[in-house]
């Protein structure tokens, strides 16, 4: 946090000094964002913007800014602006789909992640996000195949094992979804791993008590 507080210093300087320049305003604020002060960052956004409307990073950083404060609707006003400002920018279309899927808009998340992956393939979390999208939507089909799809390009990602745990149990593929809740759980940093282990032991049970009835 020091750093960000000298980096806050720094760019309220230039402020000063350049009180019509959209970039300091935008830096002074990104400097706040970084230390979770939001009004203020709002605050320096928002001003980069009335200097210049067209700068579409402080039009991204503002639809983060509401994002994280929980106004969906206007995180997802700004990101579309920032999209229509540059739409070569990917986390833009990242971010809108993240926002729809909070919203439980999971179609308007997949069509924004479909358009994302069409020309980045290899964006992180980009599939895990289309497949849980899909998972809303309950097209298991294409959730399954988005989850590997993400394993395709991070082998490592281990959220792509625990979503298609998840998956695969919901459709009673109870095999695969072992393997691949067990892979998840090979990571010691999964977060609710003792809920997984659980799962785990319960689907095994499962599968002993029906094996002991077909015998």
Not at 9 to 23: A, F, G, I, N, Q
Request: with cysteine.
């Amino acid at each position: 946090n020091s750093l960000w507080n000298d980096e806050v210093e720094l760019w309220k300087d230039c402020v000063k000094k350049s009180p019509k320049k959209e970039r300091t305003h935008h830096n002074l604020g990104f400097a706040y964002h970084e230390l979770g002060r939001l009004d203020d960052a709002q605050e320096e956004y928002e001003e980069a913007l009335s200097l210049n409307p067209y700068y579409s990073l402080s039009m991204y950083n503002l639809g983060l800014v509401f994002y994280k404060k929980g106004f969906m609707d206007k995180a997802i006003y700004h990101y579309k602006k920032a999209i229509e400002l540059d739409s070569n920018f990917p986390d833009s279309f990242y971010n809108l789909g993240l926002a729809y899927y909070q919203k439980g808009l999971y179609k308007d998340a997949s069509e924004v992640y479909e358009k994302l992956l069409g020309v980045k393939p290899d964006y992180e979390n980009g599939h895990n996000s289309m497949g849980l999208a899909y998972k809303g939507l309950k097209r298991w089909d294409k959730a399954i195949r988005s989850f590997h799809e993400e394993l395709r390009y991070h082998s490592d990602n281990i959220y792509a094992h625990l979503y298609l745990g998840e998956s695969y149990e919901a459709i009673k593929n109870y095999p695969m979804a072992l393997a691949h809740y067990k892979k998840a759980l090979s990571d010691p940093n999964l977060p609710d791993a003792e809920k997984i282990r659980k799962v785990v032991l319960t689907i095994e049970a499962s599968q002993r008590q029906k094996k002991g009835k077909e015998d």
